[in-house]
């Protein structure tokens, strides 16, 4: 019948050459390929042990800062909630006591802060949205590999940078240098 398009293509049932029976051409041929890539530059690399440098506009791991003083600039406005287009954010605010301005810089502040990583998609919007410098996407860590979906839900603990870096060159000043992970895969832990 003829096709529509008349780029239809008659399929032979070719029978096999004596050459293309035995096989053993196309294994050499596949084992020769084999063995010109063992010696070829390595295209990949043994991560984690070995973690390639990010660009420096790469959107990773957010982080969430704390002011020269050591106090957390986040005010739970909630506008990196609001213009998150994931909505991965959450957030509850509360008033902060007398004797905290060390600790919070505003007198409103994220209580619990988390973000749903599962959600992210690392578009940074959250970043831009917020009034206080309080949140940067950096770009030194991905999202580690997790069996559990609960611990894709990062709250202040793995959030709040354990102490006060400038913002600088690399996106939200560089703090996750100073986190470890633990190196059994509970998440992240942080020095104190
Ligand atoms: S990076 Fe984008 S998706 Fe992720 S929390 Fe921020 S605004 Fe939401
Ligand atoms: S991180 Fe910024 S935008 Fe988000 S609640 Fe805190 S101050 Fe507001």
Redesign the pocket.
């Known amino acids: 019948m003829e096709s529509l398009s008349g780029r239809s293509k008659q399929v032979v049932n070719k029978e096999l050459t004596f050459k293309e029976r035995i096989y053993l051409p196309a294994i050499l041929g596949g084992m020769w390929i084999t063995l010109k890539h063992f010696f070829m530059k390595k295209t990949t690399i043994k991560y984690p042990e070995v973690k390639r440098e990010f660009a420096e506009s790469y959107r990773g791991l957010h982080v ?1 800062k704390k002011d020269e003083n050591g106090a957390e ?9 609001l213009t998150c287009p994931a909505e991965a954010i959450t ?1 509850t605010a509360a008033e902060r006591k007398n004797g905290e301005e060390g600790l919070f810089r505003e007198e409103k502040y ?1 209580a619990v802060y988390e973000i749903n990583m599962l959600r992210c998609i690392f578009c940074g919007l ?1 970043e831009e ?4 410098e ?2 940067f996407l950096t770009n030194e860590e991905l999202t580690p590999a997790n069996y559990d979906r609960g611990d894709f839900i990062y709250g202040k603990d793995k959030l709040v940078e354990p102490q006060h870096h400038p913002i600088g060159k690399i996106r939200g000043g560089g703090p996750l240098n100073q986190r470890n992970y633990h190196p059994y895969g509970k998440g992240l832990v942080t020095l104190s």
């Open positions: 969430l600039r986040c005010t739970a406005c909630g506008l990196c909630a957030m994220a959250c949205a917020c009034p206080k309080a949140i």
